[in-house]
Structure formats: C-alpha cells, structure tokens
C-alpha cells in the first residue's frame, strides 16, 4: 500500500535521502531506525507529500503522492515530527475540526471522536487548551487526530516520544491492534520499540537503507545497541 | 468551498479564543474614536458626515491590519502546524483562501463596531447616509487589500515581526504613491503615463473616490486584481517553500 521508488532528496549541495526504495504492505509495521539527522524524517516528510522530493516517486494505495495528492492524502494518517496541533484550541475542538476537513459527519462522526479519545485516553483532558497540556498528552492528541478517520496509510514520526513507560506499552498496544488491517511506517530512536511492535525494520544513516529485515534477523546478530553501532558506524568510517 | 469554511471558522474561533481580538478590537476602537474626535478636528468642521473618520482609514491600517495578518502563515510555520494542514486533504488555494477570509471577516467585525459614529453622526445631523455606506464598502475593499498583501508577506517567512514590518512598509509605499507629494516630486521628471499609474497604485486615491460616495468600477477592480493577484502569490509562495 506504500511504494517508494528511488526517493531521493537534496537540500542545496548535500543530499539527505539517497534513493531509498521499498514498499509496505497491508498488515506490516515497518520501523525506522537510524541516527539523528539520518534522514528519517525527510523520508517520512516526502512519503506525505509534505516535501517534494528531488527525485523519485512515493505512492500511497497507488497514488501518487505528488500527482494525485488529493486522492492520496484521503487516504493516509500522518503524525508530524513533534506532534504540532493549534495550540489554543482544546482536543475536543481539536479533533471536531480535523473531522470537518476529514469529511467525517453525524453519527460517524460522533462515534469516531470517541473512538479514538477512548483508544488514546484523552478523555480527562478534552476541555483543556493543547498549549496547557503534558507532552505525553500532546503526542496523543497528534495520535488521536492522525487514526481518527481510520485511514489504510499510517505514518508516524516518533509517536511514542516524550510518553511515560506505562504511556509508552499502550500506545504500542494500539499500534499492534491497528496493524492488521493497515499499512503502518513509524520512526523511532527506541531499538526495543521495533521489537515489540514492528514487523520489519529497515536501519538508514546518511539517508541509505543499511539494513532491511525481520526485528528477529537483526536480533540475530547481537545485542541490539551493538548491532546498530556496528551497522551505523561503519557506515561512517567508509565515508569519511 | 466547504473546506475553506471550515478552515476560515477555525481561524476565526481561534482568533477570540486568545486575548488577541480583544486587544486588537479594543485598540482599533479607541484609536477610531479619539483620532476622529480629537485630531482630525471633527466638531470643528461643523459638518454632519464621517469623511475625517474615513480618511483615516488608510493610515490607521497601516499598522493595523499588519498585527492581523503577520500571524496567518508565519505562525503556521513557526508551530510547524503547516505539515499537518498540507497533508490533510486541502488544496493550497483552500488553505490561502480560508485563512484569507477569516481574517478579512475579523477586519469586517472591527469595522461594524465602529457603529457608534455612524449614530452620533446622525444624531448630530443629517448626513448623506448612501455615501456613509459607499464609504463603509470601500473601507472593507480597502482592508481586503491590505489583508491579502499581509497574507502574501506572512507567507515568506516564519518571523512575525518580520512580517509586519514588510507589510508596513509595503502598505507604506501604496498609501504614499498617491500623495501630492510623491506625484509633484515624479512629475517633475516623470511622463504624465507613469504619475497617472502611480496614482492608480494607491489606496489613498481609490479611498477618495469612494468618499465621494460613488463606487467606481476602477476601485472594485483594483482592489479585486489586488486581492486575487497577493493570494495567487502567497499560493506559488506557499507551494515552493512550504518545508523550509
């Protein structure tokens, strides 16, 4: 259901994502892994829509996300990087909004904002202005606005960033229960994280893929950390 | 269409949901009235009619409408809110469009409630209201104009200061362009053709002829190719530099 062809970004003279290919099917979690600055973001950005890449394509249930954008927007839940929401209004509000532009209505409507408030747990706080709110509940707000109209495509920029252990085991709950009947791509700095919820993940430094596979494959060779320094850093002696 | 409302209802409750309206309406107000009542020398004159309030109006949104419209794109990148409206299913001109018109009803609400001198005025006497009316629509044009080049201004940046002062100073030079001024000091040199079009570049030269009372169709389409043309620009603005 996401198909990225040869993505490729450069700002200026450096080039941030080097021609990364790879697809997501329906029912896969696929994690990113990678160091700051590797370009995990910039993919994700592009995968969007939100940023036109250089060169190569990025389609969402076949659509192309630069040529038909409409039709592949409709499709796709997206959780920026650090969750950004209109700060002044309350989740409630929040949510009610981004419903509107979903084309969410009535009944639907109704049900789905409480589904999702349930899901995330934002019930105590509805009323509240975002601004006012933990960063915990910030992110879940992001969460909340991003499955509220149950989309095929998930995209998610750290979605468990800034959430409290307990925070973080439900939120990956949610991810697994959701992931049978969608395609899901999340980004995370947490190495136990693609363990637990993700059914693949592809590791990228430098914006290259150096790693596409199982968590169990990666596992395999080592501890984790290990593997990932080993993987990341050799990387960055045979390019300097 | 139904995109842009939404959008446009959610700039404007967002508007009033912070101390930002009341601020905003409550200085516009004062500076309204005192400005009309004690400056321009309004009892002095003797007249019923509101020409020394509108008068004003070009020179008080100069720093007026900026403080509206600085906001509208910068913040939306400064939150970094600009990614999450961009990939939800809204087109760019939606986007420009709704924002647009929030803002521009804000303006209009501010407008309306200058209603008290509309009342003195005819308490006072028996003013030509048709032209008070004229003079009203031509307000509204005017902040339109004003508000689609802050929108375009706000667009290129993600400091709002920035934005205001850009707006100011644009806004600026369209208010001078038709001062006897700046058209003696370009006829001295300039061919009639080029003082002529500077003229018709100016707010200052529409704002009279509505006035006037009369609604020329050179005003509506000036102001109407100047809102078009400042929301097309803030669109290709929008579109090329979205992410950075």
Request: a neutral charge; charged letters at 20%.
């Amino acid at each position: 259901m996401i198909e990225i062809q040869n993505l490729t970004k450069d700002f200026g003279p450096l080039r941030v994502v080097d021609s990364i290919t790879f697809t997501v099917k329906k029912g896969e979690v696929l994690g990113f892994l990678g160091p700051n600055g590797a370009g995990k973001s910039t993919t994700m950005k592009m995968i969007t829509g939100f940023l036109a890449p250089t060169s190569g394509t990025a389609r969402i249930c076949g659509h192309d996300v630069e040529k038909e954008s409409m039709a592949a927007k409709k499709k796709l839940g997206y959780l920026p990087e650090g969750a950004p929401a209109y700060t002044d209004m309350t989740p409630g509000a929040f949510l009610d909004f981004i419903a509107d532009i979903r084309g969410l209505s009535g009944a639907t409507k109704v049900t789905r904002i409480a589904a999702v408030v349930k899901q995330v747990h934002l019930e105590q706080v509805l009323h509240q202005p975002i601004e006012t709110l933990s960063k915990g509940f910030k992110r879940r707000v992001g969460l909340a606005q991003a499955i509220l109209h149950d989309p095929e495509v998930l995209v998610l920029d750290e979605p468990t960033d800034g959430l409290d252990p307990n925070q973080k085991f439900e939120v990956r709950g949610l991810i697994r229960s959701m992931a049978k009947d969608k395609a899901i791509v999340l980004s995370t700095h947490i190495l136990e994280e693609v363990e637990a919820v993700c059914t693949r993940a592809i590791i990228i430094a430098k914006g290259r893929v150096l790693f596409d596979g199982t968590p169990e494959s990666l596992a395999s060779r080592g501890p984790l950390d290990e593997v990932f320094r080993t993987i990341t850093q050799a990387e960055r002696v045979s390019a300097s | 269409m139904r995109t842009t409302w939404i959008l446009a209802k959610r700039e404007l409750s967002g508007y009033f949901s912070t101390p930002v309206a009341y601020v905003f309406l409550f200085f516009y107000l004062a500076l309204m009235g005192f400005l009309t009542f004690y400056v321009t020398g309004y009892y002095e004159r003797g007249v019923a009619d509101l020409q020394p309030f509108f008068a004003l109006h070009p020179w008080l949104y100069l720093f007026l409408i900026p403080a509206i419209s600085m906001r509208l794109w910068a913040e939306e990148r400064k939150s970094g809110t600009i990614e999450l409206l961009m990939t939800l299913p809204v087109s760019l001109g939606e986007a420009v469009m709704g924002k647009f018109l929030a803002a521009w009803l804000f303006s209009g609400i501010a407008l309306v409630l200058t209603f008290p001198m509309w009342m003195t005025v005819n308490f006072l006497g028996n003013p030509d209201n048709g032209v008070i009316i004229a003079s009203y629509i031509g307000s509204f044009l005017l902040a339109g104009g004003y508000l689609a080049l802050g929108s375009f201004l706000s667009a290129i940046t993600k400091n709002q200061v920035i934005a205001f002062v850009l707006t100011f100073v644009v806004g600026l030079l369209l208010v001078l362009s038709g001062t006897p001024l700046v058209l003696e000091f370009a006829r001295q040199f300039a061919p009639d053709v080029i003082v002529d079009s500077l003229r018709s570049f100016s707010f200052l030269t529409h704002m009279t002829s509505i006035g006037s009372g009369v609604i020329e169709v050179r005003s509506l389409a000036f102001f109407g190719s100047l809102i078009a043309a400042c929301l097309l620009a803030c669109v290709v603005t929008l579109d090329l530099k979205k992410a950075s």
